[in-house]
């Protein structure tokens, strides 16, 4: 393999089009997967509008929306790293609310925030309709190796050394769940793209020889 550094701006305008290539008339479920440090939301967001311009709405959801109550997320305590990493979020409620509807067959009708964490209750998002087409990002950690149903996956890896050196003070209880991640799930080794982001200025796109 060898590694590719390209800009941000490149990043998005290159998996834009690795997306907009595929079938026009079905819909695709993306995962953009990473750590709170690698910042998986902003390559989300930033592929909306480039998405658009080449006719495919694009529709966001963040796993940040998905948790599970805290009396279930906290049972173990505020700083476990394997709640983090196995309890954490609510991946039969993102698999039941967005990604079977959007999938193959799906009714089209989803829910893109299901659950408000700062009030610890239900977020009361209303249904909406997917257009025809449409390319729903999916942002988040640890989203990979679940079995969770993606159409494409972006992996957003960071080194170990970056990780820790990235990632708030308040928030390093998760890293042995990245750790764990990485160990278990390994992955770099399937998703679709692979982006090294030690550097978040400075991106590079593994691809094969």
Do not use: C, K
Request: glycine fraction near 8%.
């Amino acid at each position: 393999m060898r590694v590719v550094p390209v800009s941000f701006e490149v990043l998005v305008e290159d998996l834009a089009d690795r997306l907009t290539s595929r079938e026009s008339d079905s819909r695709i479920r993306v995962a953009v997967d990473g750590p709170p440090a690698a910042d998986p939301g902003r390559l989300a967001d930033a592929l909306v509008g480039p998405l658009r311009v080449r006719g495919r709405p694009a529709v966001r959801v963040d796993t940040a929306d998905f948790l599970r109550p805290a009396s279930l997320r906290l049972e173990f305590g505020r700083t476990n790293p394997d709640s983090f990493y196995a309890g954490w979020f609510d991946e039969a409620g993102l698999t039941r609310e967005v990604l079977v509807p959007a999938g193959p067959g799906g009714s089209g009708r989803v829910v893109t925030r299901l659950w408000d964490a700062g009030r610890d209750r239900a977020a009361r998002e209303p249904y909406q309709e997917l257009p025809p087409g449409a390319i729903v990002l999916v942002s988040g950690p640890l989203l990979l190796g679940s079995g969770l149903p993606f159409d494409f996956s972006v992996h957003l890896a960071v080194s170990p050394a970056a990780l820790r050196r990235r990632t708030a003070p308040g928030e390093a209880w998760t890293l042995p769940a990245f750790d764990r991640y990485a160990g278990e799930v390994s992955p770099e080794s399937f998703a679709d793209v692979v982006v090294r982001l030690d550097d978040p200025r400075r991106p590079a796109v593994v691809t094969a020889r």
